[in-house]
């Protein structure tokens, strides 16, 4: 049996067995309806003889209730109808004298009639009594006519509308199947490979909306296939940029089996490979690491790492290598990604890092050792100097304090040097052109130099122009000459070069210096050369290669703290036998002069009372302090002390008109130098204020008060240099000693 067919006969079915149920419920509706209709016209009628009947009753008018029952029966349908009194006799009646010969039993509802006459009774109240009964029957075989007049006419119906039906039913059943085959062949259209076909639209039921949602999948699924190669495309596109970025990549990455062969490989770890030793790095060739078992590379579980050293061209080669297991879930087989980092480099930055935090740690161990020592030479140097002064001395000891005064000064000159490493000294800058300058330096030191020793210089051509303070600078060059010269012992030569350096974003051969152009000196010999175990720790304070009494070993550190301080760089490298060059990199500035860091500006008074002036010293050593109060005092000062800086301000508070100046160390507790000045005047104190100290602290810059301050001494105090800078104050002039 065809679909088709098998439409039609479940359409026709239903709809018939939905006919039948409604012939059905159609006629128990008229059947109800008619009942209903009985009901109603009796109940009516009494009504009506009820309210007719009253007044005859009362009035005993018998031919009125005649006529009024001879009314109702004439009314088709009505079989009898009588009044009865009070008493139940017959007051009136009309109809069918057999049926009104014997007693009527009352029908409660139309259905319980069972002898064709419908029966009804009603009483007639008045004023609480009964005036009488009316009772009426009603013929019930009419109704029956009708009803089967009414089936006659829905059978007729139902059998019309069957035809109808049959009809409709195969004409549905043709439009479904027409359509859903049109469906089918375009069901087949679809699946041979024509994802975009679409089905004509004739209509806007459900086979219509059907249809169209036909239509959209298939255009979906045309659309979601564009997409999908559209996806593809991508997916290539992608995977020949990630190729691309892992053959870019500096670092190594290569994709290796359990048995250490070859899946996957970019160009920087082919060259890693090589340089490791491995004599094919192809697709499926096995590779070896050096002193690497195989288990030590490819690990299961975390991360595998290792650091390679091997030598080319006997040039050390660091290589980072990692390895970690990559699941391949396609056959199972396990696979390791191996990372190898050519380290070279960045391993040299670290060292040259390393050394660079060794130095400022020893230059701070030696900033505060240098600081307290300053502070016993002042009392050494200051004690001395006034006992020098007494004209009553005894010659023995004029002689041991000369010699003391002697050795504090060489003390004190070593003490500065140790400070020009730790660069804790500030010292003032000027453009100097080395062109100029280092020929006038080696021709100062020509005596140092013997005869067979060659000295010589090349300088590039409007590539020697730096900052840097000029007695500083000739402390550097005579260091690094006196050192090539003690490496010269049977002669040889000694270079002076220059030449400019441009340093571009990411060189590191110089570690973390800043892009721009750079004076480049190098200092050559082609001595004995520095040991190997020994050059790491060429600049560390008091470390010397040379025999003892031969050297202090604060030479190079001095050299090393003073470019650092002047933002340079130095770098030392040696070869035993062949010689060794020292090389200085110097921030390159213009060639035009520029004028000198600001010196710090002596403040002069037009006011100054006269008689003695008082001076308040601020220190926080003791014993300091009482040499410098007998200094100033052998000067003709008055002095005030205080032991910090708060005390200091507790003073000015009280006695500031008393004082004519300051002077006061920079590095104490509770309150410093630097920040006293800023209290002072704060508090409007408007007199001379002097500051001295052993070392400059880095959160320091007297530049920032350089227009408040009045003078400054570096430590070891001497009493002429405290004149001087006091001379201001004195009454003679401060030449004069």
């Not at 509706?29 to 005859?56: F, H, I, M, N, Q």
């Amino acid at each position: 049996m065809s679909f088709r067919l098998k439409t039609v006969l479940g359409i026709a079915a239903i709809e018939g067995f939905l006919l039948l149920l409604l012939v059905w419920s159609s006629s128990q509706t008229l059947e109800d309806s008619t009942l209903k209709e009985l009901e109603k016209r009796g109940k009516t009628a009494l009504e009506l003889l009820a309210t007719t009947a009253k007044t005859p009753i009362l009035e005993h008018d018998l031919a009125t209730l005649v006529e009024f029952v001879n009314s109702v029966v004439t009314n088709e349908g009505f079989v009898y109808a009588r009044i009865l009194g009070r008493d139940g006799i017959e007051l009136a009646s009309a109809g069918d004298p057999q049926i009104l010969s014997v007693a009527r039993k009352v029908d409660l509802n139309p259905e319980d009639v069972d002898d064709g006459i419908y029966d009804l009774r009603r009483e007639l109240p008045e004023s609480n009594q009964v005036l009488g009964v009316i009772e009426l029957g009603i013929s019930t075989d009419e109704l029956d006519r009708l009803q089967k007049e009414s089936l006659q006419r829905l059978g007729f119906i139902a059998l019309v509308e069957m035809i109808l039906v049959a009809l409709f039913s195969l004409a549905l059943g043709n439009y479904l199947t027409g359509e859903l085959a049109r469906l089918e062949t375009a069901t087949r259209t679809v699946a041979d490979g024509d994802l975009g076909h679409q089905v004509e639209v004739t209509g806007t039921d459900e086979i219509a909306r059907t249809i169209r949602s036909f239509n959209d999948m298939s255009r979906r699924v045309q659309g979601s296939y564009q997409e999908l190669e559209q996806s593809e495309l991508l997916y290539r596109s992608s995977q020949q940029r990630l190729d691309g970025l892992v053959a870019s990549l500096l670092e190594g990455v290569c994709l290796l089996d359990d048995q250490q062969r070859i899946r996957f490989i970019n160009p920087a770890a082919r060259d890693h490979l090589l340089k490791l030793g491995n004599s094919s790095v192809e697709i499926g060739a096995s590779v070896q690491f050096p002193d690497l078992k195989r288990e030590q590379v490819l690990v299961d579980t975390g991360l595998a790492a290792f650091e390679l050293t091997t030598t080319l061209n006997d040039i050390p080669q660091i290589f980072e290598l990692t390895s970690r297991l990559v699941p391949n879930q396609q056959d199972n087989e396990k696979e390791y990604v191996v990372v190898m980092r050519d380290v070279t480099d960045l391993r040299k930055s670290q060292k040259a890092l390393q050394e660079h935090q060794q130095m400022t740690t020893v230059g701070l161990l030696a900033a505060g050792i240098a600081h307290d020592f300053n502070n016993i030479l002042t009392v050494i140097l200051g004690y001395s100097e006034l006992t020098l002064k007494s004209e009553e001395l005894p010659d023995a000891v004029r002689e041991y304090s000369n010699r003391i005064l002697q050795q504090g000064e060489r003390a004190a000159q070593l003490v500065r040097q140790i400070l020009d490493f730790s660069r804790k000294v500030e010292a003032e800058s000027e453009r100097i052109d080395l062109s100029e300058f280092i020929p006038e330096t080696v021709q100062m030191l020509h005596s140092a130099v013997p005869s067979s020793i060659e000295v010589k210089q090349q300088f590039h051509d409007g590539a020697a122009h730096v900052e840097f303070n000029p007695t500083k600078l000739q402390q550097v060059l005579a260091n690094l000459l006196l050192n090539a010269v003690d490496a010269l012992p049977d002669g040889g030569t000694i270079s002076f070069r220059t030449d400019l350096l441009k340093m571009d974003e990411g060189d590191t051969q110089w570690g973390e210096l800043a892009v721009g152009d750079w004076v480049r000196l190098r200092v050559e010999d082609d001595g004995i050369g520095i040991p190997r175990g020994m050059i790491d720790r060429i600049f560390d304070p008091f470390f010397t290669t040379k025999p003892v009494g031969k050297g202090t070993g604060l030479g190079l550190s001095q050299v090393y703290g003073l470019v650092k301080n002047h933002d340079g760089l130095v770098n030392v490298e040696s070869t035993q036998g062949v010689g060794t060059t020292f090389t200085i990199l110097f921030p390159a500035c213009e060639t035009e002069s520029l004028v000198s860091r600001q010196e710090m500006q002596k403040v002069t008074r037009d006011a100054l009372r006269t008689g003695p002036k008082t001076i308040l010293l601020v220190e926080d050593q003791p014993e300091v302090l009482n040499a410098l109060e007998f200094i100033l005092h052998s000067l003709g000062f008055q002095v005030l002390s205080a032991i910090d800086g708060e005390k200091a301000v507790e003073v000015i508070q009280k006695r500031g008109d008393e004082i004519d100046a300051v002077l006061s160390d920079i590095v104490m507790p509770n309150l410093r130098g630097d920040q006293l000045v800023g209290e002072l005047l704060k508090l409007g104190f408007d007199k001379p204020i002097f500051l001295m100290s052993g070392y400059f602290p880095n959160e320091i810059n007297l530049e920032d008060f350089s227009g408040s301050i009045a003078g400054f001494l570096q430590k070891p105090i001497r009493t002429a240099e405290l004149k001087k800078m006091l001379s201001g104050l004195l009454d003679e002039d401060p030449t004069e000693s």
